[in-house]
């Protein structure tokens, strides 16, 4: 291999390790209830992948994530509290 097709090799892994990331922090955003296509693009940017991280980890939590526990029947788990 020349030094040209080793440089080309090294950019389309890096690049697949970029769109890879930002997929999955995507991915990651969208089961908070946040926008995953905002938050993607938002982590490839230096900088501001810190602050979409801080966002992420530090931000409220979004009215509509509720955690319930259910039965295997998707019946809510009753509990005794006496």
């Known amino acids: 291999m020349t030094s040209g097709d080793e440089s080309l090799m090294r950019s389309l892994v890096l690049l697949a390790v970029v769109i890879l990331s930002a997929v999955c922090f995507g991915r990651i955003a969208k089961k908070l209830g946040r926008n995953p296509i905002l938050f993607g693009i938002g982590f490839v940017v230096p900088g501001v992948n810190l602050i979409v991280l801080a966002v992420l980890a ?14 295997p029947h998707n019946q809510p788990m009753q509990t005794n509290d006496s």
Do not use: A, D, N
Not at 58 to 71: A, I, M, N, Q, Y
């Open 58 to 71: 530090f931000g409220r939590e979004p009215r509509s994530l509720s955690l319930t526990v259910r039965t």
